[in-house]
């Protein structure tokens, strides 16, 4: 291969090259932060449907203490208790599922839910409700059973503390988000830069061709073509005084040959 040919291609294959293997670390980080937002969606769509599950399952709790409690319905008694064991349940569930640094929130969480169903067991394991009913009748209505204040007093406290000891659960869950959102704009980043240098390193090597090409064969090519004409026109002597190399020397010489021989023959 000689020297201009050889010169080319292994500029136009640097080229190549550079963009085959900026082109791959840009794929390899995209596909990682492909996988970074996949895991952030998931991880948040998670801890939504878990958060909303315990607020579902702790309201429901609270229903069935209302219509045991207020509406002195005692065929809720069980659902009490059930809506109850679900709760609890969903919180063990988001124990499991979400990262170590929330224990101490799950601990609380737990307290107040353990308090929450003592306070309805107690009303429960003393029959306040039919008894007091069952005397109710019984005496024509001289006892009653205040079940509204007993929600307010005894239950709604709790239940509060409870329903805001969820809410910061959830609140954790979501700003534990915020670094790996952060890491993935890094990532943004790093996918870009591969393809940002490569971007700069071909600008150069463009210039650099169109440098080297300009010297070495455009300006050679046009000082020989103008040197031509002017012999063939005006019979001046054939004189290039540009830099040649390789091939541009090689014409340059067979050219001065050509008008040396003809010369001599004329």
């Not at 534990?176 to 959102?181: D, I, M, Q, V």
Request: hydrophobic share 45%; proline share 2%.
């Amino acid at each position: 291969m000689t020297g201009i040919r050889k010169r080319v291609t292994i500029g136009f294959l640097s080229i190549v090259v550079l963009l085959f293997f900026s082109g791959l670390v840009s794929l390899f980080e995209l596909n990682n932060m492909s996988e970074d937002i996949e895991s952030i969606l998931n991880s948040s769509r998670q801890s939504i449907e878990l958060s909303e599950s315990m607020l579902d399952a702790i309201r429901a709790n609270d229903r069935a203490v209302v219509n045991y409690a207020v509406l002195r319905d005692s065929t809720y008694a069980d659902s009490c208790r059930l809506s109850f064991e679900a709760f609890s349940a969903k919180i063990e569930q988001a124990r499991r599922e979400t990262s170590a640094s929330a224990a101490p929130l799950f601990d609380s969480l737990e307290t107040f839910a353990s308090e929450l169903n003592g306070v309805v067991e107690r009303l429960r394991a003393s029959r306040t409700i039919e008894n007091l009913l069952m005397l109710d009748s019984m005496s024509g209505g001289a006892l009653s059973f205040d079940g509204r204040r007993w929600y307010y007093q005894n239950y709604l406290p709790v239940y509060n503390s409870t329903s805001n000891s969820v809410m910061r659960v959830m609140s954790l869950a979501q700003s534990t988000l915020s670094p790996r959102a952060e890491r993935l704009s890094h990532n943004a980043y790093r996918s870009v830069t591969p393809v940002f240098i490569s971007l700069l390193v071909m600008i150069a090597i463009l210039l650099m061709f169109y440098y080297f090409i300009v010297i070495y064969t455009v300006n050679p090519i046009i000082a020989m073509n103008r040197s031509l004409g002017d012999w063939l026109r005006y019979k001046l002597p054939f004189n290039v005084k540009t830099e040649c190399q390789d091939e541009m020397r090689e014409l340059k010489e067979k050219i001065e040959n050509l008008v040396n021989v003809n010369k001599t023959q004329k």
